[in-house]
């Protein structure tokens, strides 16, 4: 691959990270052979734990391993921060968020919200139904057991609200012993084609995302561009530096159903806010448009270029 890549002759190679292995030997092959490259990485200081002497000595090693690329490409300010600290140094920055084609999300769930009552109708759930949906993958990282007993206090209280859970995996059997109570109020499609996720933005009120340990959180960009409030956890990447700062939805505490019951009541219970909440997402999800990420690789390749 270094060989075939130096034929190309590129003014900068962006390398997704150093690991797994191929990307830092890749790196260390480009790099000696004085090809720039650029460092794309989302790992933050609050998602990394350097404990103990092999803790100690990771650490060292990242740092070294950070202070070998020419440029940087941090998804956010948080992973920029951890560049920082572990490198002892600086590169010029380029930021490469996660992004998403905002129009093509806007467009999607705007049209699924147009056939909203005819999806609530066909699920027998009732017209004014208050639907929470959360796009997780089954596993204790991403947590959905925490959305799912959120979710059953919810309904206690409010019988109107449902549920829609998109994806599957290892935890299967134990969110279908959860779900098994109230199943009549939640919908599980299993996984979605991407193409089909606008539509599930569309067709809910209020998207959450309850991972435990989640860097950064694409899911989150993909809500706001539907114009969806968000409710995420304090595990989440995406909600320190867009939910929080934007005001377009509510961060909670990690693995607290009680407190995520508590939002998304407080969301159920006031339109007006959900509405404020859902004209803030909108324009966070339209600044982190792939347009712009575009546009910082433009500006990277003209610093290589030109200095």
């Known amino acids: 691959m270094a060989r075939q890549i130096r034929r190309l002759r590129p003014a900068l190679v962006v390398i997704a990270g150093y690991f797994p292995r191929s990307h830092l030997f890749l790196a ?24 103990g002497y092999r803790g100690r000595l990771r650490r060292w090693g990242i740092g070294a391993l950070q202070r070998l690329f020419d440029t940087w490409h941090p ?14 140094t600086s590169r010029p920055s380029f930021p490469f968020p996660y992004a998403v084609v905002t129009a093509w999300f806007a467009r999607g769930a ?4 147009q056939e909203r009552q005819q999806f609530l109708a066909k ?6 139904a208050f639907v929470v949906l959360g796009i997780v993958k089954w596993t204790p990282r991403e947590d959905p057991l925490t959305l799912i007993k959120a979710f059953r206090l ?22 279908r012993k959860a779900l098994a109570s109230f199943k009549q109020a939640v919908f599980c499609p299993g996984y979605v084609a991407y193409s089909s996720l606008p539509g599930w933005y569309g067709r809910s009120d209020v998207f959450v995302h309850p991972a435990v340990d989640e860097p950064w959180g694409v899911s ?17 990447g995406a909600a320190a530096e867009l939910i929080r700062p934007a005001g ?3 961060e909670f505490p990690a693995a607290d159903p009680v407190a995520l019951a508590q939002a998304l009541e407080r969301l159920l219970l006031n339109p007006m806010l959900r509405k404020r909440y859902a004209r803030a997402a909108a324009l966070v999800g339209e600044a982190h448009d792939a347009g712009h990420s575009i546009d910082q690789f433009q500006a990277a390749l003209a610093w290589v270029q030109h200095g």
């Open 28 to 51: 260390l092959l480009l790099k000696a052979s004085g090809q720039p490259i650029g460092l794309r990485s989302d790992n933050t200081l609050q998602h990394t734990r350097f404990t």
């Open 75 to 88: 998804v956010g300010e948080q992973a920029q921060a951890y560049l920082l600290r572990l490198s002892g």
């Open 110 to 113: 705007t049209e699924a919200r």
């Open 123 to 128: 699920q027998g759930w009732p017209a004014d």
């Open 154 to 175: 919810l309904l206690v209280a409010h019988p109107s609200a449902r549920l829609i859970l998109v994806g599957d995996g290892p935890l299967r059997e134990q969110v």
């Open 220 to 236: 989150v960009n993909e809500a706001l561009a539907a114009s969806l409030p968000v409710v995420a956890s304090s595990g989440v």
């Open 248 to 250: 377009c939805g509510v």
